[in-house]
């Protein structure tokens, strides 16, 4: 985890709109026809491969639960490519880290991003440059591509090993980031709330005017179908 700087260029879903602030864990939009993600220059048109299939979700499996006053986000993870985010998630969660923080970014249409601490308070200079001094994880990059529901680990801008807490959820498929941040998990349920929040005003710097808070994040098995 994991979606995620604001330099003047572009990154995690980078595409169309950037936030502004050294040292933040934001994936960068491109106000372009055709963004790319930070760090990463885009040769022309993307490379397009045969992604690995989402495996199939089996009963009793474990999954990420988040709740906020709109509702629940249910996640399904990935170990099978990205193991380390994991792990690094579900132990967050069962810490209780998350419960409280906020989703504080948004760019309509294309993602919304959470995960850190600092938007437990009211300065919303300092949503998305999240703490230093939080673990770091190296990269987990795969074919599995980035499509609507993927939830991806964010970074610090061209870093590709910088991924802490923070991770954003994808509204909508976009190939140039494949590969290029960690897909550890996809939404099996709650993504009309992902695309709400993706459609909420927000400042000039890409910030949720209205943050949405993650009331309680949690583990539970998948009953199955």
């Known amino acids: 985890m994991a979606f995620l700087k604001h330099a003047t260029a572009s990154l995690v879903i980078l595409a169309c709109f950037m936030m502004t602030g050294c040292g933040s864990n934001d994936p960068v939009v491109k106000k372009s026809p055709s963004p790319s993600p930070s760090g990463t220059p885009r040769p022309g048109k993307p490379v397009v491969k045969t992604a690995p299939p989402i495996p199939k979700l089996q009963p009793g499996e474990e999954i990420a639960v988040i709740e906020t006053a709109q509702g629940k986000i249910k996640i399904q993870l990935f170990s099978d490519v990205a193991p380390k985010h ?5 132990k967050l969660i ?3 880290f998350y419960n409280g923080i906020a989703f504080h970014r948004a760019v309509p249409n294309l ?3 959470g995960g850190d601490p600092n938007t437990k308070g009211n300065d919303r200079s300092k949503w998305g440059i999240a703490d230093s001094t939080l673990e770091k994880l ?3 990059f795969s074919d599995r591509a980035i499509v609507k529901g993927t939830v991806a680990a964010a ?4 870093d590709p090993h910088s991924a802490s807490t923070q991770f954003f959820i994808c509204a909508s498929a976009y190939p140039d980031w494949n590969g290029q941040y ?6 099996i349920e709650g993504m009309s709330q992902v695309q709400a929040m993706t459609k909420a005003p927000t400042d000039d710097r890409e910030l949720l005017k209205n943050k949405v808070v993650m009331k309680k994040v949690y583990l539970e098995k998948d009953a199955g179908k």
């Open 86 to 90: 994991v792990e690094h998630f579900k």
């Open 94 to 96: 069962n810490e209780g």
């Open 111 to 113: 993602i919304v991003q």
């Open 138 to 140: 190296q990269a987990e």
């Open 155 to 158: 970074r610090n801008g061209y």
């Open 182 to 187: 960690t897909n550890f998990g996809q939404v």
